[in-house]
């Protein structure tokens, strides 16, 4: 149904595309009514949703299925006291209730609030408290409800608290702690929703989802979208991922990241794909993802590069991904070793997009486009991509700048220049947000260079740069050199302090399975290595091996605590 959002669907070439590429903007959009309940009228009995977890148990809910699912949902947050504008808060993993929630929060014009389930009490806290959040629905696993459970006293905006099974398909639960309502039965029990009048649920410039971003450093921001989001996802899914009408799409996620809403939702709906989510709950095996992919005959994949390094360490050729008809990434470096051994092994390239939490996809590789890997492509419409320096001056080819995305004031004048898919602000933050846009720019924070042919190649963030001896090295052009290493499975480069250079480049890393344990010989051939593929200066001079790095709730390295560690030895 993308053709109802697209004057044109088909375009020539990127040029075409980038020039010609317009969204038709409906009045009071709301994604739940104008895309899933439209579907559920159009193809009732079509897969939206394609569930199972690692106990064997499995679900397949049809767009007319997910309507009345959402419907009852809806009039359950209602009889909850949710409004139109309240912020709810969900912590469902891979549960199918999160799909059942964000169309009924749509629904009444609530405002959903992702998150993941490794938060702590002190996280829950500060985000109850800042966001006033009324609501929370999680799943029913004891550290999930104990941590929720001891936030609430510090968190005085929390009125109700719903919980789902975290097992089993629409079962009842007797064994909730006082306080906790169960969802289910509630959405059961609830009386027919109500048919609001659209003007009452929500108007496009609305909050309608907000993510908290990971704050390495600091609290996290809360990133805030409004009811135009869904549209600037259509490039996502139709250009980026090649999701099929009818298809399967997997996408790699928990329901606490924004890669949610860009690769299990929106775009994906709009494109008339169903979405395949595997709900497993012990430790990542590549295995089982590949047996799940030959089963239900996954036809488009979207995963993080660290995904792609697991799955070519195991026997391919023993699972049958003939379903398969497009692969894509996102979330880090792809090495030019992991891009070239899937091409080998699968026959497909895999296409890198690049984007944030606070966007869509604004850098990808388009049809037709020849693919640098490493390289995150080229601007997506409406992105206006610049590189800027900090006196606003657009950068030389092969020189580093911010990327940054000219406003169009005179297309988008209601909204100050932004466009369907580019965070609205930083709720609570004003300062924060004005720190972003600012002389008619979207700031992003992230720096990148661009060759002659027009591709970006992503930097790191524009605060992340290491100074030794007179150089500047960023951290994330090292990283891509060392995940070319086949002994390297995840790394963090960062300046150590240093008495002579004043820093030094240090590699934390974890290994592939082959290459356990570490090793003064294998040190020394991953500092050959970089010597060899880039410009010596920036080999790391200290390497550390580790079994994890440190990360957020959302998954980005914590570089600061490698940081910090390192400060803290030197004492």
């Known amino acids: 149904m993308e053709e109802i959002f697209l004057p044109r669907t088909d375009f020539s070439s990127y040029k075409d595309f980038v020039e010609n590429y317009k969204i038709n903007i409906p009045e009071n959009f709301n994604f739940a009514y104008d895309v899933m309940d439209v579907l559920a009228a159009k193809n009732p009995d079509g897969r939206a949703l394609v569930w199972t977890n690692d106990q064997n148990e499995s679900l397949t809910v049809s767009f007319g299925e997910m309507k009345i699912m959402s419907d009852r949902a809806a009039s359950f947050f209602l009889q909850c006291g949710i409004r139109r504008g309240d912020m709810v808060m969900l912590i469902l993993q891979r549960r199918y209730e999160f799909w059942v929630s964000m169309m009924a929060l749509h629904k009444i014009g609530a405002v959903a609030i992702p998150a993941t389930h490794m938060l702590t009490v002190e996280d829950l806290v500060f985000r109850n408290n800042f966001a006033k959040i009324k609501m929370i629905v999680a799943v029913n696993a004891p550290g999930i409800i104990k941590n929720i459970t001891d936030s609430i006293k510090d968190s005085p905006s929390v009125k109700v608290l719903a919980a789902v099974n975290e097992f089993g398909v629409e079962k009842y639960m007797d064994d909730l702690p006082a306080g906790w309502l169960d969802f289910t039965r509630g959405c059961h029990e609830a009386p027919q929703f109500p048919v609001l009048p659209r003007e009452q649920v929500s108007s496009n410039n609305d909050d309608m989802l907000g993510y908290f971003t990971s704050g390495t450093t600091s609290h996290p921001k809360l990133a805030v979208h409004n009811f135009l989001y869904p549209l600037g996802h259509i490039v996502t899914a139709k250009y980026w991922q090649h999701v099929q009408k009818g298809g399967l799409h997997l996408t790699v996620a928990d329901t606490g990241w924004a890669k949610t809403s860009w690769g299990r939702l929106y775009g994906q709906w709009i494109c008339e794909t169903a979405l395949f989510v595997y709900d497993y709950h012990s430790r990542f095996k590549p295995v089982d993802l590949l047996a799940q992919v030959q089963k239900h005959k996954v036809t488009t994949f979207c995963a993080p ?36 051994k899937w091409k080998e092994l699968t026959g497909f390239e895999i296409t890198e997009g690049f984007g944030q939490t606070e966007s869509t996809v604004f850098l990808f590789n388009f049809e037709g486009q020849s693919i640098k890997p490493g390289s995150a492509g080229k601007p ?32 988008f004048p209601e909204t100050d220049g932004r466009f369907p898919g580019l965070v609205c602000e930083y709720y609570g933050s004003p300062e924060k947000t004005a720190e972003a846009f600012h002389d008619g720019y979207y700031w992003t924070g992230d720096t990148a260079w661009k060759d002659g042919d027009g591709y970006f190649w992503f930097m790191g963030r524009s605060d992340d740069v290491i100074k030794c001896s007179g150089y500047r090295i960023g951290t994330f052009e090292v990283e891509s050199v060392l995940q070319g290493h086949p002994a390297v499975l995840e790394c963090a480069v960062t300046g150590a302090p240093d008495p002579i250079r004043g820093q030094v480049v240090k590699a934390t890393i974890v290994l592939t399975k082959n290459y356990r344990p570490g090793t003064p010989e294998l040190v020394k051939d991953i500092q050959n290595y970089v010597k060899r593929t880039t410009a010596p200066y920036k080999y790391p001079r200290i390497v550390e091996f580790v079994d994890e790095l440190p990360k957020t709730a959302s998954g980005k390295i914590r570089r600061n605590i490698i940081k910090a560690k390192d400060k803290e030895n030197l004492k």
């Open 305 to 340: 590069p660290t995904i792609y390094r697991f799955l070519i360490q195991e026997d391919l050729a023993g699972y049958d991904l003939s379903s398969l008809t497009h692969c894509s990434t996102a979330g880090e470096p792809l090495a030019e070793e992991v891009f070239n």
């Open 380 to 411: 997506a419409p409406y992105y206006n991509v610049r590189l800027l320096d900090d006196d606003l001056n657009e950068v030389d080819t092969a020189v580093v700048g911010q990327i940054c995305f000219k406003l169009d004031k005179e297309l």
